[in-house]
């Protein structure tokens, strides 16, 4: 597997990639195998017709059907729907405009190009197929749809009632990009729902690949429905491009379905696997076939990191047919780091039963978490160690959202959520548990049944080594981490969000060199359950250690309090940390009252003492929170500044 078939190079499978990309990437068939197009340039859709569900017969609640003009397409469509007030009695706001001259059976193949949406609003929207008895709580068939809740999903729809039989989530469109949405059958009842860049027909964003019989004929169209509950925001999307046919019985050939990472995509993870799954249509994958390359160098077929299974499983379908269905998976495990935010080639090639080699060609970009040493103070430049803890809590009414936006909200300064109590501490663990000891989030000592619509902020620089490092953690509700350039560096890197309301699991990330690192912990709770714990990982032996432990097990990782003493030769600077500061702390972790009452207190201050060392020198602070310097005297040979946290 080091080299390409005998005289076949690769600038032959190019060639005959571009010439896939017509067959299969946009649907374009050989002339006169069209059945249905519309690019929309005349202005109108009198071809189609329209099944304007839920109106009630209130002409308010019509969809509308305009049809902007495009700056390189001529005119494209666009379709508004209300929301629906007569929710839930006639269901959300939803529009089906449909072609019904032809009547598709088993083989087909239908695409549209997505040109805009509105990514504000909760909608699904996409393609219609088998569609019959179109009409208020009679409509029966498919559709893939897209929503801006992050998936691509496949239903079948049982007089207007959808049930999903496949999805592919999370999978994120752009709207500041355009899409090409397409589905195909070969046999009538395995589906191939797939979203394009139109800027790459051949290698699929996303595929979903599901089976279901239900329903075995009928029109072709577009969908849109609203998402929320009741009826609230209506729906809004441009298409342009439409296209539908019946191939002809060797047109649908075995395709790629999975590539990942994906095409112009990110991988975040330290050691990504690529992967490709190929499915069997008119054609079949030879799956000794299979030949992998990465950034030109071909990967060999003895290669333990390397697998391929003779077929397509879709374990991702709820509701569905999982497979396996006829195909391969190909799958590579990278062995070795590549370098942060580098950008890689794959290539694929493989024989199909008609013995033509096909291949796809695709980049992304390596996006793991990645500490850069110029975002980090020197080793020794701190001297207290803890986090800089900031609790709030909105403690009346009903629960707040639970999600890390809210809790942001709440945190910001001002903040856009108010609160009525607040508490700043400094903590030596990111650990606590409302059922076990100590039963307090930091600083805001209550009990169990008030535990509920908070949110904390912890501030620390983690003394950190270079290479990779794992982190655990246990959360209810939400956590995030995170490192920038500063402590609260809005665009600074994510190293970790949890994906739902609770998480127990681990993160690694990537240190460029030895030094402090910014780090900034945000935890939510929204009601019930309030834990968090974060420990270390030893990667050598799997064993783990609170961060900061004070009792400074080996591998600990060293938490240090965030107040930095900077100066600078001259009043404009610049200014750096002045790694000679000693910081003498008034700071104390606070108790819970012997009652459980709210402390609700803030930290006081402390001096900062600084060696005398040239002719002049200027100095300012540089913390987490607001400080004010309220003394500055000569001490022997030192230079005692004393401040207090606002």
Same mark, same amino acid.
């Given at each position: 597997?080091?080299?390409?078939?005998?005289?076949?190079?690769?600038?032959?499978?190019?060639?005959?990639?571009?010439?896939?990309?017509?067959?299969?990437?946009?649907?374009?068939?050989?002339?006169?195998?069209?059945?249905?197009?519309?690019?929309?340039?005349?202005?109108?859709?009198?071809?189609?017709?329209?099944?304007?569900?839920?109106?009630?017969?209130?002409?308010?609640?019509?969809?509308?059907?305009?049809?902007?003009?495009?700056?390189?397409?001529?005119?494209?469509?666009?379709?508004?729907?209300?929301?629906?007030?007569?929710?839930?009695?006639?269901?959300?706001?939803?529009?089906?405009? +449909? %072609?019904? @001259? $032809?009547?598709?059976?088993?083989?087909?193949?239908?695409?549209?190009? /997505?040109? *805009?949406? &509105? !990514?504000?609003?909760?909608?699904?929207?996409?393609?219609?197929?088998?569609?019959?008895?179109?009409?208020?709580?009679?409509?029966?068939?498919?559709?893939?749809?897209?929503?801006?809740?992050?998936?691509?999903?496949?239903?079948?729809?049982?007089?207007?009632?959808?049930?999903?039989?496949?999805?592919?989530?999370?999978?994120?469109?752009?709207?500041?990009?355009? +899409? %090409?949405? @397409? $589905?195909?059958?070969?046999?009538?009842?395995?589906?191939?729902?797939? /979203?394009? *860049?139109? &800027? !790459?027909?051949?290698?699929?964003?996303?595929?979903?690949?599901?089976?279901?019989?239900?329903?075995?004929?009928?029109?072709?169209?577009?969908?849109?429905?609203?998402?929320?509950?009741?009826?609230?925001?209506?729906?809004?999307?441009?298409?342009?491009?439409?296209?539908?046919?019946?191939?002809?019985?060797?047109?649908?050939?075995?395709?790629?379905?999975?590539? +990942?990472?994906?095409?112009?995509?990110?991988?975040?993870?330290?050691?990504?696997?690529?992967? /490709?799954?190929?499915?069997?249509?008119?054609?079949?994958?030879?799956?000794?076939?299979?030949?992998?390359?990465?950034?030109?160098?071909?990967?060999?077929?003895?290669?333990?990191?390397?697998?391929?299974?003779?077929?397509?499983?879709?374990?991702?379908?709820?509701?569905?047919?999982?497979?396996?269905?006829?195909?391969?998976?190909?799958?590579?495990?990278?062995?070795?780091?590549?370098?942060?935010?580098?950008?890689?080639?794959?290539?694929?090639?493989?024989?199909?039963?008609?013995?033509?080699?096909?291949?796809?060609?695709?980049?992304?970009?390596?996006?793991?978490?990645?500490?850069?040493?110029?975002?980090?103070?020197?080793?020794?430049?701190?001297?207290?160690?803890?986090?800089?803890?900031?609790?709030?809590?909105?403690?009346?009414?009903?629960?707040?959202?639970?999600?890390?936006?809210?809790?942001?909200?709440?945190?910001?300064?001002?903040?856009?959520?108010?609160?009525?109590?607040?508490?700043?501490?400094?903590?030596?663990?990111?650990?606590?548990?409302?059922?076990?000891?100590?039963?307090?989030?930091?600083?805001?000592?209550?009990?169990?049944?008030?535990?509920?619509?908070?949110?904390?902020?912890?501030?620390?620089?983690?003394?950190?080594?270079?290479?990779?490092?794992?982190?655990?953690?246990?959360?209810?509700?939400?956590?995030?981490?995170?490192?920038?350039?500063?402590?609260?560096?809005?665009?600074?890197?994510?190293?970790?969000?949890?994906?739902?309301?609770?998480?127990?699991?681990?993160?690694?990330?990537?240190?460029?060199?030895?030094?402090?690192?910014?780090?900034?912990?945000?935890?939510?709770?929204?009601?019930?359950?309030?834990?968090?714990?974060?420990?270390?990982?030893?990667?050598?032996?799997?064993?783990?250690?609170?961060?900061?432990?004070?009792?400074?097990?080996?591998?600990?990782?060293?938490?240090?309090?965030?107040?930095?003493?900077?100066?600078?030769?001259?009043?404009?600077?610049?200014?750096?940390?002045?790694?000679?500061?000693?910081?003498?702390?008034?700071?104390?972790?606070?108790?819970?009252?012997?009652?459980?009452?709210?402390?609700?207190?803030?930290?006081?201050?402390?001096?900062?003492?600084?060696?005398?060392?040239?002719?002049?020198?200027?100095?300012?602070?540089?913390?987490?929170?607001?400080?004010?310097?309220?003394?500055?005297?000569?001490?022997?040979?030192?230079?005692?500044?004393?401040?207090?946290?606002?």
């Amino acid at each position: 597997m080091n080299a390409l078939p005998p005289k076949l190079r690769l600038g032959v499978i190019f060639r005959r990639t571009l010439v896939q990309i017509s067959i299969v990437g946009s649907l374009q068939l050989a002339p006169g195998l069209w059945a249905q197009t519309d690019n929309f340039n005349a202005g109108n859709d009198s071809l189609w017709s329209h099944s304007d569900l839920g109106t009630l017969g209130d002409p308010r609640l019509r969809p509308n059907y305009g049809f902007p003009a495009d700056p390189t397409n001529g005119h494209a469509y666009r379709i508004q729907v209300p929301a629906n007030p007569y929710y839930p009695t006639a269901g959300p706001g939803r529009a089906a405009t +449909y %072609r019904a @001259q $032809v009547n598709y059976g088993a083989r087909f193949a239908i695409g549209v190009d /997505v040109n *805009s949406w &509105n !990514d504000t609003i909760d909608q699904d929207f996409g393609l219609f197929w088998y569609l019959t008895n179109p009409g208020l709580g009679s409509s029966d068939g498919y559709t893939v749809t897209y929503g801006p809740q992050d998936h691509l999903r496949v239903s079948q729809i049982s007089s207007e009632s959808p049930t999903e039989i496949g999805r592919v989530n999370p999978f994120h469109m752009d709207p500041t990009q355009r +899409y %090409r949405m @397409q $589905v195909s059958s070969h046999d009538g009842s395995t589906f191939l729902a797939q /979203v394009f *860049s139109l &800027n !790459d027909l051949r290698n699929p964003l996303a595929s979903v690949v599901t089976a279901d019989t239900t329903w075995s004929g009928g029109f072709g169209g577009l969908v849109l429905y609203d998402g929320t509950s009741p009826s609230t925001t209506g729906c809004d999307a441009t298409f342009d491009n439409y296209a539908a046919t019946a191939p002809a019985a060797s047109a649908l050939l075995t395709t790629v379905v999975d590539l +990942y990472p994906p095409p112009g995509g990110r991988a975040p993870e330290l050691y990504p696997t690529i992967k /490709v799954g190929i499915l069997d249509r008119d054609t079949f994958v030879d799956p000794n076939s299979l030949q992998l390359w990465l950034d030109g160098v071909a990967i060999s077929a003895a290669d333990p990191n390397l697998t391929v299974v003779p077929e397509l499983d879709r374990p991702g379908n709820p509701g569905g047919y999982n497979g396996p269905f006829s195909g391969a998976t190909l799958s590579y495990v990278l062995p070795n780091l590549l370098p942060a935010g580098s950008r890689h080639t794959n290539v694929v090639a493989y024989l199909d039963g008609t013995s033509t080699w096909q291949t796809n060609t695709w980049s992304w970009t390596t996006a793991y978490p990645f500490l850069a040493a110029a975002n980090s103070l020197p080793p020794g430049s701190l001297t207290v160690r803890g986090f800089d803890a900031r609790t709030v809590q909105t403690n009346g009414g009903v629960n707040l959202d639970n999600s890390l936006a809210r809790a942001l909200r709440q945190l910001a300064i001002p903040p856009t959520i108010p609160y009525e109590l607040t508490a700043t501490s400094i903590v030596q663990v990111l650990a606590w548990n409302q059922n076990g000891t100590p039963n307090n989030v930091p600083g805001l000592c209550v009990n169990a049944t008030e535990i509920k619509n908070i949110a904390v902020e912890s501030l620390t620089y983690l003394e950190l080594s270079a290479g990779v490092h794992r982190f655990h953690v246990q959360t209810d509700d939400r956590a995030g981490f995170y490192s920038g350039r500063r402590l609260e560096d809005p665009s600074g890197t994510i190293l970790w969000e949890a994906p739902g309301n609770t998480a127990n699991t681990t993160f690694d990330f990537v240190v460029e060199a030895p030094g402090l690192y910014p780090f900034r912990c945000i935890w939510e709770q929204a009601g019930g359950g309030a834990v968090l714990n974060v420990t270390s990982v030893n990667l050598d032996d799997l064993t783990e250690v609170m961060l900061n432990d004070p009792n400074d097990p080996p591998n600990v990782v060293r938490a240090w309090y965030p107040l930095v003493c900077e100066s600078a030769a001259t009043v404009k600077g610049p200014y750096a940390a002045d790694a000679t500061a000693v910081h003498s702390p008034a700071l104390a972790d606070l108790q819970c009252g012997s009652t459980g009452d709210v402390i609700n207190q803030t930290l006081t201050g402390g001096t900062f003492t600084v060696p005398i060392s040239g002719s002049q020198k200027f100095y300012r602070l540089d913390g987490p929170r607001a400080t004010k310097i309220t003394g500055i005297a000569k001490v022997g040979g030192n230079v005692v500044i004393t401040y207090q946290v606002q």
